[in-house]
C-alpha cells in the first residue's frame, strides 16, 4: 500500500470537495424519465433544448424536471412515474398509459435534454406553461422557470407574470416552435441572455 505525504499541498490529490458539487449523476435519473405524455396520445409535444452555463458552455450533468397539466388544465392526481416492483425494489417504468405531468430528464454529454409530455391547458388567468425546476453542478439551490408554449399571443401579452416581465427578457420564458408540436426551450443560467427565474412559494 502506498502511502501518501498529506505534510505537503503538492503531493495531496484533489477530493470532490475541491469541486463545487451537488453531483446528481447517482441514483436521480430513471429510464423513461422524459416520456411523460402517454404512449400515442394525440396531444403529445415534444420540448428539447440545452442547459449552458454563463460563458455559454452546455452542461452534460444537469437535471431538467417539468411539471405540467393536461390539454384540460388540470394537475394529475396520479401515482406512477417512479413505479417500482414491490418484490426486488427494481424500477418498472412508467404504465405508459395514465399521464402523471412529472418528468426528470439529465442532459447528455452536449448538455441536450428531450422530453415528451401533453400541451398544457390553461389554469385560471394564466396562459398555458409547464413548470421547470434546473439542477446543475455549481447550484447549491435548484431554479425554478416555465416554459410557455408560442401561439396564443393574447394568452402570452395577458398572462400575469410575463405581464411584469421586462419586454426584452420574456422570450427566455417562450419556447420557440421549431415543426408542429416540437418546441426548443433553452436555459442559461447566468449571463447574456440569462433565462429569467422564479421564486418559488
Same mark, same amino acid.
Given at each position: 500500500?502506498?502511502?501518501?505525504?498529506?505534510?505537503?499541498?503538492?503531493?495531496?490529490?484533489?477530493?470532490?470537495?475541491?469541486?463545487?458539487?451537488?453531483?446528481?449523476?447517482?441514483?436521480?435519473?430513471?429510464?423513461?424519465?422524459?416520456?411523460? @405524455? !402517454?404512449?400515442?396520445?394525440?396531444?403529445?409535444? &415534444?420540448?428539447?433544448?440545452? #442547459? $449552458?452555463?454563463?460563458?455559454?458552455?452546455? *452542461? %452534460?450533468?444537469?437535471?431538467?424536471?417539468?411539471?405540467?397539466?393536461?390539454?384540460?388544465?388540470?394537475?394529475?392526481?396520479?401515482?406512477?412515474?417512479?413505479?417500482?416492483?414491490?418484490?426486488?425494489?427494481?424500477?418498472?417504468?412508467?404504465?405508459?398509459?395514465?399521464?402523471?405531468?412529472?418528468?426528470?430528464?439529465?442532459?447528455?454529454?452536449?448538455?441536450?435534454?428531450?422530453?415528451?409530455?401533453?400541451?398544457?391547458?390553461?389554469?385560471?388567468?394564466? @396562459? !398555458?406553461?409547464?413548470?421547470?425546476?434546473?439542477? &446543475?453542478?455549481?447550484?447549491? #439551490? $435548484?431554479?425554478?422557470?416555465?416554459?410557455? *408554449? %408560442?401561439?396564443?399571443?393574447?394568452?402570452?401579452?395577458?398572462?400575469?407574470?410575463?405581464?411584469?416581465?421586462?419586454?426584452?427578457?420574456?422570450?427566455?420564458?417562450?419556447?420557440?416552435?421549431?415543426?408542429?408540436?416540437?418546441?426548443?426551450?433553452?436555459?442559461?443560467?447566468?449571463?447574456?441572455?440569462?433565462?429569467?427565474?422564479?421564486?418559488?412559494?
Amino acid at each position: 500500500m502506498t502511502k501518501i505525504d498529506t505534510s505537503r499541498p503538492e503531493t495531496v490529490l484533489p477530493t470532490p470537495s475541491h469541486t463545487v458539487g451537488p453531483f446528481y449523476g447517482h441514483a436521480l435519473p430513471f429510464p423513461g424519465g422524459g416520456d411523460i @405524455a !402517454p404512449i400515442g396520445h394525440p396531444d403529445t409535444i &415534444a420540448l428539447q433544448g440545452y #442547459v $449552458h452555463d454563463g460563458e455559454g458552455n452546455p *452542461l %452534460p450533468d444537469a437535471f431538467v424536471e417539468l411539471w405540467g397539466p393536461d390539454p384540460g388544465g388540470n394537475l394529475s392526481q396520479v401515482d406512477g412515474s417512479m413505479r417500482r416492483d414491490p418484490a426486488s425494489g427494481g424500477f418498472l417504468g412508467r404504465n405508459g398509459v395514465e399521464f402523471t405531468g412529472w418528468g426528470r430528464i439529465q442532459t447528455d454529454a452536449g448538455g441536450h435534454w428531450t422530453a415528451r409530455t401533453l400541451r398544457p391547458g390553461a389554469r385560471g388567468q394564466s @396562459a !398555458p406553461y409547464i413548470s421547470v425546476c434546473v439542477f &446543475a453542478r455549481g447550484l447549491l #439551490v $435548484h431554479l425554478f422557470t416555465r416554459i410557455y *408554449l %408560442p401561439g396564443d399571443e393574447a394568452a402570452l401579452a395577458a398572462d400575469p407574470l410575463l405581464s411584469r416581465v421586462a419586454p426584452e427578457r420574456r422570450g427566455t420564458l417562450i419556447a420557440r416552435e421549431e415543426r408542429a408540436d416540437t418546441y426548443r426551450f433553452d436555459i442559461r443560467l447566468q449571463g447574456e441572455g440569462e433565462t429569467v427565474f422564479l421564486e418559488f412559494q
